[in-house]
């Protein structure tokens, strides 16, 4: 080959679309959707975005993508930059999260009229999150959320840590606002501006909003009175719903019962669910934390699968167990608590339509020797997981993962897993 040729070859600019695949292989993150577990962007995107104009524009897209301000006096600047010196980067956002941490009663100043105008700028963006945030802040900064939420592709919006009217009026006139074509919605840490909530009273909803889209609903301690309004958010094609039980509460009256998948965050100390009578889900995840033993765990799980209206339809079961506190005795008795625990589900299983299950426990203390480096242990160890599993193992017509974790003085979680594939009858 010729020196020219060797020439022209080396010079030869990459295609777009294997620069696109580099570039996305290098950008590692998980998560870009969830506000506190995103990695930090790899250094590496940062060098290939001075390459050239065409690597930059393609880096561009990944490096912006995702813009949290969640101290909105010291994070100003950064709306005003994108407004004024760079407003080519709106087209790059996907995910915003926009917080406030500003006290209405310290005297705030309505904000400039450019805020609003920069709102509409968000052209491309797919998720927003909304922190820490009222209707008498919003008031007060004359702040207009409607050209936010109501971006043309935004799929999925999540507000959390807010006080709203006990009417809920105010998150209404937000949902109104919100493009129709919405799927994802978060409720997190909702509160009522009364700070109190008559849970003897049955309020009505001023009015009611419809998603004809929404896919996944999540109520996570909502300690609103909205949960027990009979008509709020109608939402008739529903296929995932997570519900936290901080309280004695039930599903919410207006939301649709024709969800798939059902997935509760509990601890031992709240009230067992009321699931009411129609809820037919074929995937059901109980994600619990408690104190010592399994026993008790193993009580509450059992209770609360028992309310389920349908417990036949299950098709999927997963259970994650988390005790951070625990003393010998429950060391001594834990084996013989999961093989209590296991019976149980071997009653389930016995229904007939199981078809998967998955158990994962974290527990605070560790074994008798060295867990990390002897095998033997570490063989012991399985070896009692698998008998106080046997009924499940044994039983040949379920795909089981079952799990147990160690943390004590640990640096890392120490898991012994075991899989059984189902065997098609």
């Not at 009015?207 to 004809?212: A, K, L, M, T, W």
């Not at 059902?262 to 104190?291: E, H, M, Q, W």
Request: aromatic residues 10%; proline residues 5%; negative net charge.
């Amino acid at each position: 080959m010729s020196d020219t040729a060797r020439a022209r070859l080396v010079s030869k600019p990459l295609p777009l679309e294997l620069v696109s695949e580099i570039v996305a292989f290098l950008d590692d993150r998980d998560g870009l959707c969830d506000l506190f577990c995103c990695k930090p962007l790899p250094p590496s995107l940062f060098a290939c975005s001075l390459v050239c104009r065409a690597w930059n524009a393609i880096c561009q897209t990944r490096i912006f993508c995702r813009v949290v301000i969640c101290d909105f006096d010291r994070h100003f600047s950064r709306l005003s930059f994108l407004h004024f010196t760079a407003p080519h980067l709106f087209k790059s956002i996907r995910f915003f999260h926009f917080g406030w941490n500003v006290d209405v009663d310290d005297g705030v100043s309505a904000l400039p009229l450019w805020v609003s105008d920069c709102f509409k700028r968000f052209e491309n963006l797919r998720v927003l999150s909304l922190w820490g945030g009222s209707t008498d802040m919003l008031k007060a900064l004359d702040l207009n959320l409607t050209p936010l939420v109501a971006a043309a592709r935004l799929r999925k919006l999540c507000i959390q840590t807010w006080c709203f009217e006990d009417d809920a009026s105010d998150l209404l006139d937000i949902l109104l606002s919100t493009n129709p074509l919405l799927e994802d919605l978060v409720l997190d840490n909702i509160f009522a501006a009364s700070d109190v909530v008559d849970e003897d009273d049955d309020p009505d909803a001023p009015s009611v909003v419809r998603f004809e889209a929404l896919r996944s609903l999540e109520l996570q301690n909502v300690d609103h009175s909205l949960v027990r309004f009979g008509a709020f958010i109608e939402c008739p094609n529903l296929k995932s719903l997570v519900a936290e039980w901080p309280k004695g509460w039930g599903l919410p009256p207006w939301c649709s019962t024709n969800f798939s998948d059902l997935y509760i965050l509990v601890d031992t100390d709240c009230d067992l669910p009321n699931f009411g009578k129609a809820i037919r889900p074929s995937a059901f995840t109980i994600d619990i934390i408690g104190l010592g033993s399994i026993l008790e765990l193993a009580t509450w799980i059992k209770d609360c699968i028992n309310r389920l209206p349908f417990p036949d339809l299950v098709r999927q079961l997963t259970i994650s167990a988390d005790i951070y506190e625990a003393n010998e005795q429950d060391f001594k008795t834990f084996y013989c608590e999961i093989a209590i625990l296991v019976c149980f589900l071997q009653q389930i299983r016995d229904l007939g339509g199981l078809e998967g299950m998955s158990i994962s426990i974290k527990v605070p203390f560790g074994c008798v020797g060295d867990i990390l480096t002897d095998m033997q242990v570490q063989a012991r160890e399985l070896a009692k997981l698998e008998e106080a599993l046997g009924p499940l193992l044994k039983s040949g017509g379920l795909d089981l993962d079952a799990g147990v974790s160690w943390t004590d003085g640990l640096p890392e979680p120490v898991t012994f897993r075991t899989r059984v594939q189902r065997v098609a009858k």
